[in-house]
C-alpha cells in the first residue's frame, strides 16, 4: 500500500522535475535577452561614434559614413523590436519558473513534514 508520505514524496521529486525544466527555459530565455540588450548597446554605442567623429575628408568618406551610420540605426531599431516582442515572453517565463519553483519547494517542504 502508498503510504501518503510515498505519495507525497512523488509529487516533490515531478514537481522539481518541472521546476528544473522551468528554470533552465527561463535562462535559455534569459541569455537571448541578454544577447538583444548587448546588440542595442553595441549599435548605440557606433550611433554615437559615427555622429561624434570628425568631418570626413571627401565626399566617399562622408558617404560610407553615412551609410555605416544607417546601417547601425537600422540594425539597433531591429534589435529593439525584437526586444519589445521577447519581453512579454520573457515575462511569462519569469513567472512560470518562479511559481514551478514555488510549488516544489511547498511540496518539499510538505513531504518532509508529514515524515516527522
Known amino acids: 500500500m502508498v503510504t501518503r508520505r510515498a505519495k507525497l514524496a512523488e509529487l516533490a521529486r515531478l514537481a522539481q522535475l518541472k521546476s528544473d525544466l522551468e528554470l533552465k527555459r527561463f535562462a535559455a530565455f534569459s541569455s537571448n535577452v541578454d544577447a538583444t540588450r548587448k546588440r542595442i548597446t553595441q ?14 575628408d571627401s565626399l566617399d568618406e562622408s558617404n560610407l559614413a553615412s551609410l555605416r551610420l544607417g546601417d547601425a540605426t537600422r540594425e ?11 519581453l512579454p ?3 511569462q517565463a519569469r513567472q512560470r519558473a518562479a511559481g514551478e519553483f514555488g510549488r516544489a519547494a511547498v511540496l518539499r517542504r510538505l513531504s518532509e513534514r508529514d515524515d516527522q
Open 43 to 56: 549599435q548605440d554605442a557606433a550611433i554615437a561614434w559615427y555622429r561624434s567623429s570628425q568631418a570626413p
Open 76 to 86: 539597433a531599431a531591429r534589435a529593439r523590436q525584437e526586444l519589445s516582442h521577447m
Open 89 to 91: 515572453r520573457f515575462d
